[in-house]
């Protein structure tokens, strides 16, 4: 998973640095398909099995703990895996984690391509 999150650090810098030297002068449709890659950006941080006690909840990165009612947890499948000691299922929630940043990179990357104009 660690290796994930520097690329997801890597991406985000690449994108953030594309667009504030050329963001301003894209043209119209090149931004409109910009804007259509990072509309929906978010929802590849969901994992359609959900996580463990409520597979209705999909997002890998926040969610709500079970117990503590509104208060939100950051990578609750590996948190509470741990914190309950099931270490099985942290393993297989660090290895889905790492898959949605992995695709979360990919998009920025892609969206940094498009703004240098490859």
């Known amino acids: 998973m660690a290796d994930s999150v ?3 650090e890597r991406a985000a810098k690449a994108y953030d640095a594309a667009y504030a030297e050329k963001g301003a002068a894209l043209a119209p449709p090149v931004r409109e398909k910009l804007n259509g890659l990072l509309r929906d950006i978010d929802q590849l941080l969901l994992d359609d099995r959900g996580l463990p006690g409520r597979a209705w ?4 990165i926040y969610a709500p703990g079970r117990f ?16 309950e000691r099931r270490f099985d299922d942290a393993n297989i929630y660090a290895g889905r984690i790492a ?10 990357d892609e969206a940094r391509a498009l703004i240098e104009g490859r």
Do not use: C, N, Q
């Open 68 to 83: 503590t009612g509104y208060g939100a947890k950051t990578l609750p499948g590996v948190r509470e895996a741990i914190e």
């Open 6 to 8: 520097d690329r997801l």
């Open 57 to 60: 909840y999909r997002h890998m």
């Open 99 to 108: 898959a949605v940043l992995d695709a979360y990179s990919k998009r920025l």
